[in-house]
């Protein structure tokens, strides 16, 4: 048989199936379906690329001064003012509490309309403001305490605020005759745990009943400041919030024996770089700025904003604080040609107040506080103005250029101002305006608008004379927050919004 292998024809191996051209081709492939498959795939879809302004649909103010005694009452006031654009939602002023009787609420339903709650002889709850709707624009809710007699003489104002996480009181002291309460109220339905670190002149007060304190859901919890930092002639108390949020103020009431030396509400406060303290009464027992950088030294300048314009005073024009220590700075010269604004720059954050003693030439004297103030970018409310012996008035700094601002005085029932004045405030001045209460209830509103120009920061005061010597109060005039910044929103399919 012979062989005829050596006739077969010889069919060459295509190149793709050799190893490495193979192996090179399903490289190829790959990276072809790779691509494919970029090119195919979703990508982030930008659903938002600026933060937007949404109106908010409710708003709660939390009021924590509700302490009473025989001699020492509370009252707690909330209104809505019938501004354009107010027209349909629900108002409310209720009790916080999850516990024991709960008074009745009390129910706004219309514009125009003040409500409030006194509280006599025995303390009560902590009280909650809460509105929905339009109403948002034009609430507001203010807490008073006042005493005509006896040791505990004195007035005090400050509003209700919204719930915050780090917060400044200044002011108050552990010292004898000296009482200062933080009053802390919690309306979530968790627990908050909050942190009252202590500052005096040399420095942070080492304070461990302090640390983690806890406000129960629904309460009101009060810390006297001697249990924390006692023989304290003056303080700086930073409020922050570990868990949850907190509405926060500081009873002060000061007593020589029987003798009273009046009392303030400590409203919170934020620190910053730019402080604006908007009014400082002149004429007094004695006047002070505290100042507290509490992480690093710092350099302050001052600038009076006075009726004429800004000045800076010598002494003032440049002030050194070192970290972690409260520094009090005597503004009675500064304040010798009258009544002036705080404008306060620094190289660091810091926070600020001032503290005040009226009555001169008089059998009893009366003390207050106030501190640094936000700018008022929308409306501002002081609710539950009476007549009778009553002074008030609205004190109003632009610390940067001029600004056009109109006050309006509203009473029940009414749907425009029975009085209003508009305002030109210079560039780095302060004015104040007095304002013709005419109810002789506790029902008036005072609405204090922007209109144009820079920026204002605002305060209202109120003074009741008598024969012993006269008793005031000062409170912060906060914005309004009708809307709120939602930030922008990034969505990935396949994948939860970002």
């Not at 908010?56 to 501004?83: E, G, M, N, Q, R």
């Not at 025995?122 to 507001?140: D, N, Q, W």
């Not at 129960?216 to 949850?244: D, F």
């Not at 954050?349 to 004297?365: H, S």
Request: glycine share 10%; with cysteine; hydrophobic share 45%.
């Amino acid at each position: 048989m012979s062989d005829n292998s050596a006739l077969d024809p010889v069919v060459p191996t295509p190149s793709w199936r050799q190893p490495r051209v193979a192996a090179l081709v399903a490289v190829a492939a790959l990276c072809a379906l790779m691509a494919t498959g970029i090119l195919l795939a979703p990508g982030p879809i930008v659903a938002s690329s600026q933060p937007i302004e949404e109106h908010v649909a409710s708003v709660d103010l939390l009021c924590p001064v509700t302490t009473a005694t025989s001699a020492l009452s509370s009252k707690v006031s909330a209104a809505v003012a019938p501004l354009p654009g107010v027209e349909a939602g629900l108002a409310t002023l209720a009790d916080i509490t999850r516990a024991g009787k709960q008074t009745k609420s009390l129910v706004i339903t219309k514009p125009g309309v003040t409500v409030s709650r006194d509280i006599k002889v025995k303390t009560g709850p902590a009280v909650l403001a809460r509105s929905t709707g339009t109403f948002v624009a034009g609430f507001g809710a203010d807490q008073r305490i006042r005493s005509g007699a006896g040791s505990t003489r004195g007035l005090a104002i400050a509003p209700c605020t919204r719930p915050i996480t780090d917060a400044w009181l200044m002011g108050g002291a552990s010292t004898i005759g000296r009482v200062t309460t933080i009053i802390l109220v919690n309306d979530d339905d968790r627990a908050a745990q909050v942190d009252l670190l202590v500052y005096g002149p040399d420095g942070q007060v080492i304070a461990p009943a302090g640390s983690g304190i806890l406000v129960s859901a629904s309460s009101r919890r009060e810390v006297r400041l001697e249990s924390l930092a006692p023989a304290q002639r003056v303080t700086a108390i930073h409020v922050v919030a570990r868990t949850g949020r907190v509405s926060v103020v500081a009873l002060d009431r000061a007593a020589k024996g029987l003798i009273p030396l009046g009392m303030s509400l400590l409203s919170a406060t934020t620190a910053g770089q730019r402080l604006v303290i908007p009014w400082v009464p002149s004429g007094m027992v004695s006047a002070r700025l505290l100042l507290i950088s509490p992480d690093s030294d710092a350099t302050v300048r001052i600038h009076l904003l006075t009726a004429d314009g800004p000045i800076a005073p010598v002494g003032l024009d440049e002030v050194s604080l070192t970290a972690g220590k409260l520094t009090s700075i005597d503004l009675g010269p500064a304040l010798a040609d009258g009544s002036a604004g705080l404008l306060i720059e620094s190289s660091a954050d810091i926070a600020a107040g001032a503290e005040f003693v009226v009555g001169v030439n008089k059998p009893l004297v009366e003390r207050d506080a106030t501190a640094a103030t936000p700018a008022l970018t929308t409306p501002g409310l002081i609710v539950g103005l009476a007549k009778g012996t009553l002074k008030h008035m609205v004190s109003i700094a632009a610390p940067d250029t001029g600004a056009r601002v109109n006050v309006a005085l509203y009473v029940p029932g009414g749907t425009s101002p029975q009085w209003q004045t508009t305002v030109d405030i210079g560039a780095g001045s302060t004015i104040s305006v007095k304002v013709p209460v005419s109810t002789v209830a506790a029902t008036s509103t005072l609405v204090v608008t922007p209109l144009s120009g820079g920026p204002v920061h605002v305060v209202y005061n109120v003074v009741e004379p008598g024969p012993n010597g006269a008793m005031l109060a000062v409170a912060p005039v906060l914005p309004t927050r009708p809307t709120a910044l939602v930030p922008a929103v990034v969505s990935v399919p396949g994948s939860s919004l970002r």
